[in-house]
């Protein structure tokens, strides 16, 4: 990326303007432990001192996406407040019995407990919910629908996987987090890369240059056909008889 400081100083400019637009206080977003998140966090900081908010969610998850999410606060001074999601999980399975489910299925509920937490966050204090989701991941609908795409403001959605390392580095964002294999936490021992069936390398180099092995250009152009309606307001029907 040319000019990482400037594009960080701009980044920072629309956060404040967004949220005075909204007539909003500040922002807050979910911190997994994830680089994605960390930059967004940086960002946040930067542009709100004193009214960003971090909300660590576990749901089944690893302790260290926990200690990597408080290594990030810890590194930039951010305020932040945990919220277990764990047993609203539980009850909810519980309470809903589908035999016939799958294992995505069951994941996708936990992004969507974490944005149901950020708005009740976010009404609670009249800020806005930033969403962490890279362009890499939003080209291929790597998101879950009303889940971590449930937000207000999507601040690195416009990045590539590569430029949000770049911007991390100069955040000074913690070199561990920087280096740790991506994940989306859905189940143990889960990779982005691993799910996604190619590397991130190879799909930021799609993105920017549309070339590739033959193969995976095809799996990444049907990704994002099929996912198409997660990046779109639902369709409203207009009669042709009015």
């Given at each position: 990326?040319?000019?990482?400081?400037?594009?960080?100083?701009?980044?920072?400019?629309?956060?404040?303007?967004?949220?005075?637009?909204?007539?909003?206080?500040?922002?807050?977003?979910?911190?997994?432990?994830?680089?994605?998140?960390?930059?967004?966090?940086?960002?946040?900081?930067?542009?709100?001192?004193?009214?960003?908010?971090?909300?660590?969610?576990?749901?089944?998850?690893?302790?260290?996406?926990?200690?990597?999410?408080?290594?990030?606060?810890?590194?930039?001074?951010?305020?932040?407040?945990?919220?277990?999601?764990?047993?609203?999980?539980d009850e909810f399975i519980a309470m809903v019995p589908i035999e016939k489910t799958n294992t995505l299925a069951k994941a996708n509920i936990k992004p969507r407990l974490r944005m149901t937490t950020l708005y009740y966050y976010a009404a609670s204090y009249n800020y806005l919910v930033l969403g962490c989701s890279n362009k890499s991941e939003f080209t291929i609908g790597y998101f879950t629908k009303h889940g971590d795409s449930g937000?207000?403001?999507?601040?690195?959605?416009?990045?590539?996987k590569k430029d949000i390392w770049e911007m991390a580095e100069y955040l000074d964002i913690p070199q561990i987090i920087i280096e740790k294999p991506p994940t989306a936490g859905l189940w143990d021992d889960q990779t982005d890369e691993d799910e996604i069936g190619f590397g991130y390398d190879i799909l930021d180099n799609y993105i920017l240059y549309k070339t590739g092995p033959e193969n995976i250009v095809k799996k990444i152009e049907k990704m994002n056909k099929t996912s198409k309606h997660k990046r779109e307001f639902p369709p409203i029907f207009i009669s042709q008889k009015e």
């Amino acid at each position: 990326m040319n000019n990482v400081g400037e594009v960080i100083n701009e980044l920072v400019q629309w956060l404040r303007l967004k949220v005075k637009e909204a007539n909003s206080n500040g922002v807050v977003f979910g911190l997994s432990g994830g680089v994605d998140s960390a930059v967004v966090a940086g960002l946040a900081k930067r542009a709100f001192p004193n009214n960003s908010l971090g909300i660590i969610m576990p749901c089944h998850s690893n302790p260290i996406d926990e200690e990597h999410a408080l290594l990030v606060a810890d590194s930039i001074g951010l305020k932040t407040e945990k919220v277990d999601l764990t047993s609203v999980y539980d009850e909810f399975i519980a309470m809903v019995p589908i035999e016939k489910t799958n294992t995505l299925a069951k994941a996708n509920i936990k992004p969507r407990l974490r944005m149901t937490t950020l708005y009740y966050y976010a009404a609670s204090y009249n800020y806005l919910v930033l969403g962490c989701s890279n362009k890499s991941e939003f080209t291929i609908g790597y998101f879950t629908k009303h889940g971590d795409s449930g937000v207000d403001l999507f601040p690195i959605a416009n990045f590539v996987k590569k430029d949000i390392w770049e911007m991390a580095e100069y955040l000074d964002i913690p070199q561990i987090i920087i280096e740790k294999p991506p994940t989306a936490g859905l189940w143990d021992d889960q990779t982005d890369e691993d799910e996604i069936g190619f590397g991130y390398d190879i799909l930021d180099n799609y993105i920017l240059y549309k070339t590739g092995p033959e193969n995976i250009v095809k799996k990444i152009e049907k990704m994002n056909k099929t996912s198409k309606h997660k990046r779109e307001f639902p369709p409203i029907f207009i009669s042709q008889k009015e």
